[in-house]
């Protein structure tokens, strides 16, 4: 197995494991009732210069009126490293739950009461016109329709990137299109992050969505990586300091939080 594999494999592992409830469609928020429900579906894939694929993913993206969100995500390419996981955030009981249902296993993050309300704010900006990553500033470039709905075509760019997002009003701005640039020193592209919506539902998610069972262990995220990277022939963590360094990075959030738990 490549290295460059197993690096893209448990950067998507990180990735899905960063609080989400603080997802690219919010900036600064407000707290408006209720919130807009919706099911997305889409293709996420990461691709190099050449046009290489080297992580495709299945989404599905869901939010309740109350700011339940739940990710679930399915790799799709390379086959052989399939795995289906979710994440889901439940402000009510301020809790970021990141499931592997394969492998029967939870690993249970605890919000503080300021993330968890942020989680059930809508977007501050209602048309959309509005966004920035850090210091980075996106520009309106244009309207469009997408899926039946409008979207606002936003656009940025940076020494190292070039940043779009098609974004919809009428989902709080969630984005029905992005895609990422990263550049080298020189200018020439790296590799490539586009998300493709494929479907929209508005309404409430099915609730069977944000279930856990109760039959599931909760094991520290390290754990969850080292039994879904053991599934790899002979791998060995000592060739891959990033697999290590990444696990570790896991379990100190995953440790850190547990000062939010809320009491009994």
């Known amino acids: ?58 989404e599905l993206c869901a939010r309740s009126s109350e700011g339940a969100v739940v990710d679930q995500r399915v790799n799709i390419r390379p086959g052989n490293t399939e795995e289906e996981s979710r994440a889901i955030t439940l402000p009510k009981a301020r809790k970021y739950l990141v499931v592997s249902d394969s492998l029967e296993a939870l690993s ?27 210091a980075t500033v996106f520009a309106m470039k244009g309207v469009a329709t997408s899926l039946g709905h409008h979207v ?22 969630f984005p029905l299109y992005s895609l990422t640039i990263t550049k080298n020193a020189d200018g020439s592209v790296n590799s490539r992050d586009e998300q493709v919506t494929t479907s929209v539902v508005t309404g409430e998610p099915q609730a069977a969505l944000f279930a856990v069972p109760a039959t599931y262990s909760e094991r520290p995220p390290s754990e969850v990586t080292a039994m879904l990277l053991s599934r790899f022939e002979n791998f060995d963590a000592k060739t891959c300091p990033t697999c290590t360094a990444a696990a570790e990075r896991l379990d100190r959030n995953y440790y850190a939080s547990r000062q939010h738990m809320p009491e009994p």
């Open 1 to 58: 197995m490549r290295r460059w594999m197993l690096t893209i494999f448990v950067a998507g592992i990180v990735a899905l494991v960063a609080f989400e409830f603080a997802r690219q469609w919010r900036s600064a928020a407000q707290v408006v009732w209720p919130l807009t429900a919706f099911t997305v579906t889409r293709v996420h894939t990461l691709s190099r210069a050449d046009g290489t694929v080297t992580l495709q993913m299945a």
């Open 108 to 134: 249970t993050y605890y919000l503080s009461p300021a993330a968890a309300a942020e989680a059930r704010e809508k977007a501050s900006d209602p048309t959309c016109r509005q966004k920035s990553i850090g």
């Open 152 to 173: 606002v075509k936003l656009a940025a760019e940076n020494k190292g990137a070039h940043f779009e997002s098609w974004e919809a009003p009428e989902l709080d701005c």
